[in-house]
């Protein structure tokens, strides 16, 4: 079956950086296009960041551009988010989601797949 689990979340100051990788199992990762979304307490589930299934279009939401950077190897099967300048607000469990279309969306509702999540927490 379709797997996603995500890994590289933590505890760190205002300020640092973090890096979260999603590896995908069970199908075809290559073909299909890659999302990270975020959710925090009492809040919905919001767009992060998505990529399309070469890599060749990626798209943020305007609270993390500049800041983080979506990435893929479909060689190694995993989607990677460089988060830097990180701050309290982006404090949230963070999820990766795959889509099984070549090109991404910013609505979670059109994602096929999740991972489980990991959180990341900025302390000010």
Known sequence: QVQLVESGGGLVQAG???????VASGLTFSSYAMG????????????????SWSGGST?????????????????????YM??????????AVYYCALRRRYYSSPRPYEYDYWGQGTQVTVSS
């Open 59 to 79: 798209s943020y939401a305007d609270s993390v551009k500049g800041r983080f950077t979506i990435s893929r190897d479909n060689a190694k099967n995993t989607v």
């Open 36 to 51: 990270w979304f975020r959710q925090a307490p009492g809040k919905e589930r919001e767009f992060v960041a998505a990529i």
């Open 82 to 91: 460089q988060m830097n300048s990180l701050k309290p607000e982006d404090t």
């Open 16 to 22: 640092a950086s973090l890096r979260l990788s999603c």
